[in-house]
């Protein structure tokens, strides 16, 4: 099955005791894994989060299928307030952007096509990871829930398991894409500004 072919995806992060690289793993809505998702760091970026507020340093993460081809990538630069990602196909070639919006209470992020059209939006409430899935017209077209994992584990890690469900029938590869990489920025960004 190819990773872009389901409508569901059930994201687990990777539990590690010094985590510096997010590692999750994806399965689609019949438990078979699909693939992963992993961030690349370099030796000078590990040794700036020692240092460094991580909520503002770049990271890239590669979005890869169970056989290990590169499916597509996500990245985002320095950031001091607001977060742009930029989300790259298999080939390198740009297909769009993720923009994090200020808001006091709720998490928003506006999703982007290569030639700047709003194509969705991702917004909801980031204590009980329940966000919706908008398209252009601000019509529902999914959902990212939290999948929790037993209070124990809850308590001595910082790992997730959540679900991105999307509801709508003509999705197009890009897209999915690039509300698969929404759902990834919404935990790389809320989770390490805490």
Do not use: C
Not at 99 to 112: A, D, G, M, N, S
Not at 122 to 137: E, K, P, Q
Not at 173 to 188: F, G, V, W
């Amino acid at each position: 099955m190819n990773f872009f072919d389901t409508n569901s995806f059930f994201i687990d992060e990777k539990v590690k005791l010094l985590q510096f690289e997010n590692e999750y793993k994806v399965y689609n809505d019949q438990a078979e894994f699909i693939g992963s998702i992993k961030q690349k760091l370099s030796g000078g970026d590990k040794f700036l989060r020692l240092l460094l507020n991580k909520s503002m340093l770049p990271f890239h993460l590669e979005i890869r299928n169970a056989q290990e081809q590169l499916e597509a990538t996500i990245s985002r630069g320095w950031t001091f307030f607001m977060s742009k990602i930029v989300i790259a196909d298999g080939q390198s070639m740009p297909i769009g952007r993720v923009e994090q919006k200020f808001t006091l209470l709720k998490p928003q992020f506006k999703i982007f096509d290569n030639n700047n059209n709003q194509i969705g939006g991702i917004s909801g409430d980031w204590r009980a990871w329940n966000f919706f899935i908008t398209d252009a017209n601000g019509q529902q077209i999914g959902t990212i829930s939290k999948k929790w994992a037993g209070v124990a584990k809850e308590l001595f890690t910082t790992a997730d398991k959540y679900n991105v469900q999307l509801n709508a029938i003509n999705i197009s590869r890009e897209q999915k894409m690039a509300i698969l990489a929404s759902a990834i920025t919404i935990d790389m960004v809320l989770k390490e500004s805490k």
